[in-house]
């Protein structure tokens, strides 16, 4: 009990705001990405809360593009806490996050034993599994005394089975580690602190009941016209010498229009997404003001970078 | 701290938050538990959504809506129970007034109607006692009688029922035929009342159903379920709109899509195969190589061959809802859906309206042998009774070209079992495994197409 006090006192004390910023040129400590500002919307910021506060993990579905995966990166960059980024492939199984085993390795350093060519310290460390047990994400952000944000991207990519594997992980936030023996310490991963799990999903494959029933779920809407603006403006006066006002809005009401005709061909076909509008305007901003205006005031320029197939070329770009 | 949180739960039974709503949404079909609940109260003790009406409403979703269907059946409850959440939301204002005159009308019901009678009946009494007066006065037996028989009994003399005129009317009377006349009145009015309010009463419903958009089809097992409940309380709003009656519902399809998977190694070998290397030192004496084995992946794609248009058009809305379960479920890998009408001859169509063409001798050769199974929708002429020589060969040789090119074959049929004999379809499914749409049924195709043959189906009747 009082340990779990503990868990629920110092999560309790961690509040998301979304008003905390990278500023200009800053880098990430861990891989030396620019970091760029993440505007999120004041629903997405209440269930993060949400989900801190009842410690449990939040699924994000939206469209692509719409910085799902963003959001993980920015709550550990606002708290201050570390990011445990898992990005699920179709192959994925769920004990790949929580740890692995090198069962190859444990073989090969027995048979060096086996024909004399490991000092006597190697020797020992063969006789332990734990030694071959390697933490991942999952267990590592278990195994941490401070809180870690955790990220499962995509996770609808994998097999059906994964998220019904991870059911017991992330209700009870704890695993069972099957290769070591009984007695060893690290037999089972309890959760010290209980982590801050993100969940995203691209809803190509609909996930399993009791999965959904431990999340809680929010839909990432697509902005407003100014909240993007809001959020064009955060991304490029942090890059360059700033962007000019005029350029944006009209760029931004370009992109709109776009949108809105393809909203209305068919709600199942891929829309442009924020993402593909910042692209764009990192392009536009390269040419001089006047140029780029007056681009945008004719055919859609550098719709390569909005348009992604060949039948919404011919719907978009012909009819002006 | 949770100590205390269950105690101030338990202790205030009657203040419980969102009982209702929740209870309520639970008998619509959510699958809510009492876990969900307890979290609810527990994110109002930490001090979410209660700002106001909408900031419940998005803690109530992001705990309890886990999909669009379960979204429009909490917008509804919710704008019934709470009121719309939206300032501008036309429905509160429809709602507050008739609900109410709702709770106004059964309360004043049964004193209207005694007074009604009350007045009727004092009113009908005193209006007859007037016209029938009581008996009046006798005239006094005359002194000077002979007594000539004094023996005789000195009867009373026998009082003659006088009728008297009636006497001119007087403000009693007016009194009791108004009395009359208003009961009679007020009757008239409670029933125009009555009228008036069932007739209205269908329009809030009308109404917040259009303000929340439950005009679109509701998934069909939450109207199961809602079904089974409303046969113990017919309420007129917990029923909403929907077209599906389906013999399987979404859910159950998931559920046996899901079950059609065959795990198989396949791939480049990577996992220590542990078994294998212990025979393989037992036999050598030395570990010289640790054996590998791929991973197992899924590897089963599924072909979907749906029957369109003509007998099977009271079924497109079961063929599509099947084909789109088995999309989103992701069975359909490289294969994909093909059309075909009745029979398929040359060619499949990629869309339902046939107006993609491919041969079948392009289609069928890109099939993996070994992953893919091919499922089959189509009535094979049940629908219509008819049994038809030419039809059966036709589907027999496609058949046959189809069972050398892929590794299972099922056949499933929209119509009942019972309705198979003596037509093609008893036919078809002497050839082909054959099952009809229903939980058991689908079951057993997909148990088919795993290569399990769990029992003699479509063989005997």
């Known amino acids: ?320 | 701290m949770p100590v205390t949180n269950y105690q101030s739960v338990n202790s205030e039974i009657n203040d419980l938050p969102l009982l209702e709503l929740f209870t309520r949404l639970r008998e619509a079909g959510m699958p809510l538990g009492i876990g969900e609940y307890e979290l609810l109260v527990k994110a109002l003790q930490g001090g979410f959504g209660i700002r106001d009406r909408s900031t419940l409403a998005r803690l109530c979703r992001s705990l309890w809506v886990k999909s669009p269907d379960e979204d429009s059946i909490f917008s509804y409850h919710f704008e019934q129970l709470i009121g719309s959440a939206e300032a501008s939301g036309s429905s509160a204002l429809i709602e507050t007034p008739d609900k109410g005159s709702d709770s106004k009308v059964p309360v004043s019901i049964p004193w209207l109607i005694a007074l009604t009678l009350v007045g009727v009946g004092i009113g009908i009494y005193v209006a007859f006692s007037r016209t029938i007066d009581p008996p009046p006065k006798l005239p006094l037996p005359p002194t000077g009688t002979p007594t000539k028989n004094p023996n005789a009994t000195v009867a009373p003399a026998p009082i003659p029922p006088v009728v008297t005129q009636p006497s001119s009317p007087s403000i009693g009377d007016y009194l009791a035929w108004g009395l009359v006349f208003l009961g009679l009145a007020s009757l008239t009015t409670w029933f125009a009342w009555k009228i008036l309010i069932n007739s209205r009463s269908n329009q809030p419903i009308a109404k917040s159903t259009k303000s929340t958009e439950l005009i679109q089809t509701v998934n069909d097992e939450m109207q199961i379920a809602k079904a089974l409940k409303s046969s113990q309380n017919i309420r007129r709003d917990l029923f909403t709109s929907t077209t599906e009656f389906f013999p399987v519902t979404q859910r159950q399809m998931k559920q046996s899509w899901r079950h059609l998977r065959r795990m198989v190694r396949e791939g480049i070998p990577t996992e220590l195969d542990l078994e294998a290397t212990i025979r393989q030192i037992g036999k050598e004496g030395i570990l010289l190589n640790p054996v590998l084995t791929p991973r197992r992946i899924n590897r089963t794609q599924l072909l979907l061959l749906i029957d369109r248009d003509g007998s099977m058009v009271p079924f497109h809305s079961l063929t599509d809802r099947l084909a789109d379960t088995a999309t989103r479920e992701g069975k359909l890998g490289d294969a994909g859906i093909y059309y075909f009408h009745n029979c398929p001859i040359d060619y499949l169509y990629q869309d339902p309206h046939h107006s993609l063409a491919e041969t079948i001798s392009s289609i069928l050769p890109n099939l993996g042998k070994n992953q893919t199974v091919v499922l089959i929708i189509s009535d094979a002429g049940a629908a219509r009774g008819r049994y038809n020589p030419e039809r059966i060969e036709l589907t027999q040789s496609f058949l046959n070209l189809l069972k050398k090119q892929v590794r299972n074959v099922a056949w499933l049929n929209p119509m009942p079992r019972s309705r198979w004999a003596r037509t093609t379809a008893a036919e078809i499914a002497l050839n082909v495994p054959m099952f009809e749409v229903s939980r058991q049924g689908l079951d057993g195709a997909i148990d088919r197409l795993r290569g399990r043959y769990s029992h003699v189906e479509g063989m005997q009747q």
Request: one cysteine or more.
């Open chain 1, 1 to 320: 009990m009082v340990g779990r006090m503990v868990k629920a006192m110092s999560n309790l004390q961690l509040k998301y705001t979304g008003n905390k910023q990278p500023t200009l040129g800053e880098r990430d400590n861990k891989n030396g990405q620019l970091l760029y500002p993440y505007l999120p919307s004041q629903e997405l910021v209440e269930v993060i809360n949400l989900a801190i506060y009842l410690e449990r993990p939040l699924l994000l579905k939206g469209e692509p593009g719409c910085g799902k995966t963003q959001v993980a990166r920015a709550i550990a960059y606002e708290l201050g806490l570390n990011l445990e980024a898992w990005y699920i492939k179709s192959t994925s199984r769920a004990k790949d996050g929580l740890y692995t085993y090198d069962a190859v390795g444990r073989l090969r350093d027995a048979q060096l034993a086996a024909s004399g060519r490991l000092t006597t310290e190697e020797i020992k460390r063969i006789d332990d599994p734990a030694n071959y047990v390697q933490l991942q994400q999952l267990g590592r952000a278990f195994n941490s005394s401070s809180p870690t944000v955790v990220l499962i991207d995509e996770i609808d990519k994998a097999d059906i089975d994964f998220p019904n594997d991870l059911l017991l992980e992330l209700d009870e936030k704890r695993f069972i580690i099957d290769e070591v023996a009984e007695t060893s310490p690290i037999k089972e991963i309890n959760a010290k602190i209980s982590p801050i799990v993100i969940i995203t999903s691209n809803d190509e494959k609909d996930l399993p009941d009791a999965f959904l029933r431990r999340c809680l779920f929010h839909y990432v809407k697509f902005p407003d016209r100014d909240r993007l603006i809001e959020i064009v403006n955060a991304r490029f006066t942090i890059s360059a010498a700033g962007i000019s006002q005029d350029l944006v809005e009209l760029a931004v009401s370009r992109f709109l229009e776009l949108r809105q005709q393809m909203q209305e061909k068919g709600s199942n076909s891929k829309k442009v997404s924020t993402s593909e509008l910042l692209d764009w305007i990192k392009v536009l901003q390269q040419y001089p003001q006047d140029e780029a205006l007056d681009k945008l005031n004719g055919k859609i320029p550098f719709a390569g970078v909005l348009l992604k197939s060949w039948d919404d070329h011919i719907r978009y770009l012909n009819r002006d």
